[in-house]
């Protein structure tokens, strides 16, 4: 465990992860010749749609030795839409390093990633990449993260020179420059930054420890072993986030950092307890190479040339092929079939996997992502992970009706692969919804659905599942009587028919007093009435809080019938629903907008014009928390509304609230419109 190191890469588009990959393989001799993204040669941008994008849209897994160390690199995409992904990164890693494009403003979506990573419980630092590009700036870059963010990085790797002039670093802790490994004389023009850069980085290490911090006040500063040694605890405690100047594409820094990974990063034996569930109750366990078996799949996907992979971390004891394991989130047994090591699409077979490690899964039976792996007895499993909520929504359907019995299992798989995803059938509209966190996310879907499965889809906008009330009263009767020759149809009911409270649905009386209507024909007329009230009158939306009360009616000794006081029931409530006001009501959701001070003015001119109403505001950090509620209907849209008046800054949460009243001119429109289509 002391010998691996599980760094995560996560932040801005276009920052340079996968490149930075790609050059860490080829130093460490793991790779003989570098990829390159535009020519879909990379390790990690394998997948074609990586390749047709040319940019990361799933987690990679690479890794490489370096000083005797193994090293671990996940690299996720930085877009927000993959969440899921960078999520999943985070937890299998003791280390998460946001990659950031050292010639760019700050940029959205390393904002985004910040925001959804910032309370994992891991090590978190910064590698500003790019710093050969024109207009890059290292400390500015450090500056706009300190701006923007809760984060205060602290420089370790500092850069000599900058754009064309990028040449090499300087390791702080050590008072040492590297070019391309090899040390170097510090530049003479550097030295007094170096100076102030060192008493910055000696103060932020004798703040963490209480003994250190004696001595430096004692002293006036540490030696090299105490800073070296104070350092790492430093940042394995998460007191400092340590900052790293790399190129990439030129390979400037990237040895150094690949060295910084190993002494000052922590190794799977420096966190050594792990937080987890034991019978539905939060511990901490110890975990040790010589412990019980504890793993987790992280991610799990298919390969139409494989079958189902699963990504895993062990995190106690040792993982070997064919041992029987239990998974504790499905409460089944499963067993380990082939275990390998991954770089990329290349797999190494492994005869185990030890505790600290990660490596993949070939066809496990009953595990997937998110679960647990532990031994045939245990109780423990993986502490829960919070998803994002869903912000867009779109309805799914099979283009070509002979795929529509293949759409569900092959949505399912892929549903698998990504956990912010959400698959539901409405009742009510009778649609599949997909929900999830963007509208690259359920691209890609479509587009997997194609390529994988060979199943054409259509995406929608959802309908709206109105309901159907009345705000009067009414007294109404309909006889339903028909004669044809031989056995005719009769059925008389008398109803009165007031409104309920919202959210107490259909209320069913019976006051029928002296066998006006026999006793067998009365579920007759409730089952009629529950049938309108499913189907709706005046929108083809389910009818809520009524209470019909049948009081009176008349019936024929042998034309009666359970049907024919079904029908009298129906046209009756339909008489009354004329009488009675009918109004439609709509779907209101609770919503917490999350927006930087800047856009407040044009966030909440938009949603008055969404029919919102803002309920409060509070200062977080750096940004307004605005709470509101909004009709679904305006809500469907709303994303890529926030994302354009935001510049991609603002999120939002939103969860159902309640029913009311559609106003009137709406109303009328959303009728028009449902009976068009009928």
């Not at 790019?130 to 990085?153: H, L, Q, W, Y």
């Not at 490690?357 to 532990?374: E, N």
């Not at 008389?492 to 649905?505: A, D, I, T």
Request: net charge negative; with cysteine; hydrophobic share 40%.
């Amino acid at each position: 465990m002391k010998s691996i190191r599980n760094i995560a890469l996560v932040g801005a588009v276009g920052a340079g992860k996968t490149s930075l990959v790609e050059q860490m393989l080829f130093n460490s001799k793991t790779i003989n010749r570098i990829g390159k993204i535009e020519d879909g040669t990379t390790v990690m941008d394998y997948n074609p749609e990586e390749i047709e994008r040319k940019s990361s849209v799933s987690l990679s897994i690479a890794n490489f030795m370096w000083m005797k160390n193994k090293i671990n690199i996940l690299d996720a995409p930085g877009l927000v839409d993959f969440s899921s992904e960078q999520i999943s990164v985070s937890l299998a890693a003791e280390t998460i390093m946001f990659v950031v494009n050292g010639a760019s403003e700050f940029d959205v979506s390393l904002e985004k990633s910040i925001e959804l990573l910032a309370d994992k419980p891991v090590v978190k630092g910064f590698i500003i990449n790019r710093i050969d590009n024109e207009g890059a700036d290292f400390n500015k870059a450090i500056e706009r993260i300190r701006e923007n963010t809760d984060f205060n990085p602290t420089p370790i790797l500092i850069p000599i020179g900058s754009e064309h002039k990028f040449e090499g670093v300087i390791d702080i802790a050590k008072g040492k420059a590297f070019k391309n490994g090899e040390e170097i004389e510090i530049p003479a023009d550097m030295a007094a930054q170096v100076e102030e850069s060192k008493m910055e980085l000696m103060e932020a290490v004798a703040e963490s420890d209480d003994a250190l911090l004696e001595k430096y006040f004692e002293v006036g500063k540490l030696t090299k072993d105490e800073m070296t040694l104070g350092l790492k605890n430093a940042i394995i405690q998460g007191k400092l986030m340590p900052a790293f100047a790399t190129s990439a594409t030129h390979d400037i820094g990237v040895i150094d950092l690949m060295t910084a990974i190993v002494e000052y990063l922590p190794s799977p034996a420096d966190r050594d307890e792990l937080q987890v569930i034991d019978n539905k109750e939060e511990k901490v366990i110890k975990i040790s190479e010589n412990g019980s078996l504890f793993a987790y799949i992280f991610k799990s996907f298919s390969d139409p040339n494989v079958g189902d992979i699963s990504y895993v971390r062990v995190f106690s004891g040792k993982m070997t092929s064919g041992s029987d394991v239990y998974i504790p989130e499905k409460d089944s047994k499963d067993r380990i079939g082939s275990m390998y090591f991954v770089n990329g699409k290349s797999r190494i077979d492994a005869a185990e996997l030890k505790a600290g490690d990660i490596g993949g899964l070939v066809k496990m039976k009953v595990a997937r992502g998110f679960d647990s792996i532990v031994t045939p007895n245990s109780k423990l499993r993986f502490r829960q992970i919070n998803l994002p909520t869903p912000v867009y929504w779109q309805s799914i359907k099979a283009a070509n009706q002979h795929d529509e019995d293949k759409i569900g299992a092959a949505l399912n798989k892929l549903l698998d692969e990504d956990h912010t995803l959400n698959l539901e059938m409405n009742q009510e509209t009778a649609e599949n919804i997909i929900s999830c966190i963007g509208e690259q996310q359920i691209t890609l879907l479509q587009k997997r659905l194609k390529s994988r499965y060979k199943i054409e889809a259509n995406l929608k906008t959802p309908s709206v599942p109105y309901k159907e009330t009345i705000s009067g009263t009414a007294d109404v009767s309909y006889r339903h009587k028909k004669q044809s020759g031989g056995k005719g149809q009769f059925g008389e009911v008398y109803f009165r028919v007031k409104p309920l409270s919202r959210g107490e649905g259909f209320q069913f009386v019976n006051s029928v007093v002296g066998g006006r209507i026999p006793t067998k024909f009365i579920p007759a007329i409730e089952k009629g009435l529950v049938e309108v009230i499913g189907k709706g009158i005046i929108s083809g939306n389910q009818i809520v809080d009524i209470c019909v009360d049948v009081y009176d009616g008349s019936y024929h000794d042998v034309d009666s019938s359970e049907m024919a006081f079904k029908i009298a029931s129906w046209n009756a409530l339909r008489k009354a629903f004329d009488k009675a006001k009918p109004i439609l009501l709509e779907p209101v959701h609770n919503v917490q907008i999350i927006i930087p001070d800047e856009y407040m003015g044009d966030v909440m001119g938009d949603i008055s014009t969404r029919r919102g109403k803002i309920q409060g505001m509070e200062k977080q950090s750096k940004k307004q928390i605005l709470n509101a509620e909004m009709p679904l209907s305006e809500l469907m849209g709303y994303y890529p509304a926030l994302k354009s008046l935001t510049q991609g800054r603002g999120k939002f949460t939103q969860e159902f609230s309640h029913y009311e009243k559609v106003p009137h001119e709406i109303a009328v429109k959303v009728i028009a419109e449902a009976n068009k289509e009928d």
